[in-house]
C-alpha cells in the first residue's frame, strides 16, 4: 500500500536527531582473532574512526539511515546498512580475506599504459571539468588500472588500493575505495560506485570561510539538495520545479539511418562505400547530428506527493514512469557549462529517470538507494562528480 508523504510529514521532520553511541569489533574471519587499524566510517560521510589494536572501535550514528564500511588491506571491504533507530550497542565485524586483484590479468590483461593512455579522461569523468573538479587532485594514480575491452566495448578501472583525493576547494581529502567503474562505449554510459570518507583539510580561519562559502554553492542546485527537498515535500520551497519529459523517437534520424544501412556497400576490396549523391549526403549530415529523440515537456509543474511516498517513518521513495525534468530557480548555469553545450542556455535543467523501473528509496540525509537505478543527464549529468561531492552529513550554513 503506498501512502502519500504529506500524511507522515510530521513525523517525518520531526524525527530526532539524537546520535546513537555503538562500540564493535573487527575480527578476522578465517582466524577470528582481531584486526586492528582497521578503518571503519560511515558512507559518504565524515564521521570515522580507526579500530585500536585489539580492533575495538566507537563510533557516533547520527540520525538516518547509512552504510557502515570497514577495511582493511588485505580483506574485503565489509558493507553494512545500519540505522540510528534500531542499530545494535555492540557490532562484530567479520572480515574476509581479499581476492587478489589481479587474479583476471591472465585472460584479460591490464594496459601496460593505462594512466598515459586514459588518465585524463578519467579525471575529466570522475572528478568532473568543473571549476570545483579542476581544483581536485587524486593523489595516487599508480593505484589506478585500466582494461579496454574490444569484445564488450567496455572500459573498466579498477584501484588496487583506496585513492586519495585532495579537494582543495571543497576544503577535503577523501579516501575513496573505488568499487566499479566502467564506461560503455555504444551506450555512452558512465556508471561508477565506491565508498568516500571525508576529512577537513587544515586551513586558516579566512580559508575555513572561503571553503564553507564553496560549499554552500556546490550544494544549492545539487542532487544532495533535491534529494532531500523529496523526503521533506519541500521541492517548490528548496528552489526546483518539476515537470514530465517524454523522449519520442527522432523518425527522421532513424529513417536516415536505414537509409545509410541500405546504400552502404562493400566493392572489390572489401572496403564500405556509400551509393548516396552528394547532395543528400550533406542533408543526412545534418540530420545525423541531430538529437535521437525528441522531447515533450508537460505544463504543470509536479508537487513532491505526486512522484514520491511514504516508505515507512525513515524513508521516502522517489517514482515516477518516462523522465523528470528538473530545473533549480535560484542560480544560472556555470560558465564551463555553457562553454562546452553553447546551445544550453542558462537554466540549471537536469533529467532523470529510473533506469530499471524501481522506486529509489530516499533518505532524510539526502542519500538514495539504490544509485544505479536512476540515470542523471544534462546538468547533473555534468556537475555531479566527486569534484563536487558533499558527505552526507553536511549541512549549509546559510538557507537561500
Not at 44 to 69: K, M, V
Not at 98 to 120: H, M, N, S
Not at 148 to 153: D, G, P
Amino acid at each position: 500500500m503506498r501512502i502519500l508523504l504529506t500524511s507522515f510529514f510530521i513525523l517525518l521532520v520531526h524525527l530526532s536527531f539524537a546520535q546513537k553511541r555503538i562500540k564493535g569489533v573487527v575480527l578476522d574471519a578465517e582466524k577470528n582473532v582481531p584486526v586492528p587499524k582497521a578503518s571503519v566510517f560511515l558512507n559518504n560521510t565524515s564521521i570515522g574512526t580507526t579500530a585500536n589494536e585489539e580492533g575495538q572501535f566507537e563510533l557516533s550514528i547520527p540520525a538516518g539511515r547509512y552504510d557502515l564500511i570497514v577495511s582493511s588491506v588485505g580483506f574485503a571491504t565489509h558493507n553494512q546498512t545500519i540505522n540510528s533507530t534500531d542499530a545494535d550497542d555492540f557490532l562484530t565485524i567479520k572480515l574476509k580475506i581479499k581476492t587478489p586483484e589481479l587474479e583476471a590479468v591472465i585472460i584479460e590483461p591490464f594496459e601496460k599504459d593505462g594512466w598515459q593512455k586514459w588518465g585524463r579522461w578519467f579525471i575529466e569523468n570522475f572528478l568532473g571539468t568543473s571549476a570545483y573538479g579542476k581544483e581536485t587532485q587524486i593523489k595516487n594514480p599508480e593505484v589506478l588500472k585500466f582494461r579496454n575491452s574490444k569484445k564488450n566495448n567496455e572500459l573498466r578501472v579498477i584501484a588496487i588500493a583506496p585513492l586519495v583525493i585532495e579537494n582543495k576547494a571543497l576544503g577535503y581529502r577523501i579516501t575513496y575505495q573505488l568499487e566499479n567503474f566502467r564506461y560503455d562505449f555504444k551506450t555512452r554510459y558512465l556508471l561508477y560506485s565506491g565508498f568516500p570518507f571525508f576529512e577537513n583539510l587544515e586551513g586558516s580561519d579566512r580559508k575555513k570561510r572561503q571553503w564553507e562559502k564553496a560549499r554552500e554553492d556546490v550544494y544549492y542546485g545539487s542532487t544532495l539538495q533535491f534529494m532531500r527537498a523529496v523526503y521533506t515535500n519541500t521541492i517548490a520551497e528548496e528552489g526546483f520545479e518539476v515537470r514530465r519529459l517524454y523522449k519520442t523517437p527522432n523518425p527522421e534520424k532513424e529513417r536516415v539511418r536505414a537509409v545509410y544501412r541500405s546504400s552502404s556497400k562493400a566493392n572489390a576490396n572489401g572496403m564500405i562505400i556509400s551509393t548516396i549523391n552528394r547532395d543528400s549526403s550533406d542533408y543526412y549530415d545534418e540530420v545525423m547530428r541531430q538529437d535521437d529523440y525528441q522531447n515533450r515537456i508537460g505544463e504543470h509543474l509536479l508537487k513532491g506527493d505526486s512522484i514520491a511516498y511514504a516508505i515507512d517513518s525513515t524513508i521516502a521513495g522517489l517514482f515516477f514512469t518516462d523522465y523528470l525534468l528538473v530545473t533549480y530557480k535560484h542560480k544560472k548555469l556555470p560558465a564551463e557549462f555553457r562553454q562546452l553545450f553553447p546551445r544550453s542556455g542558462t537554466e540549471m535543467m537536469s533529467e532523470i529517470t529510473l533506469v530499471n523501473g524501481r522506486p529509489v528509496e530516499v533518505f532524510r540525509n539526502g542519500a538514495y538507494f539504490n544509485p544505479e537505478d536512476m540515470l542523471s543527464s544534462g546538468y547533473w549529468g555534468w556537475w555531479e562528480k566527486m569534484g563536487t561531492m558533499l558527505p552526507f552529513n553536511y549541512i549549509p550554513v546559510k538557507k537561500k
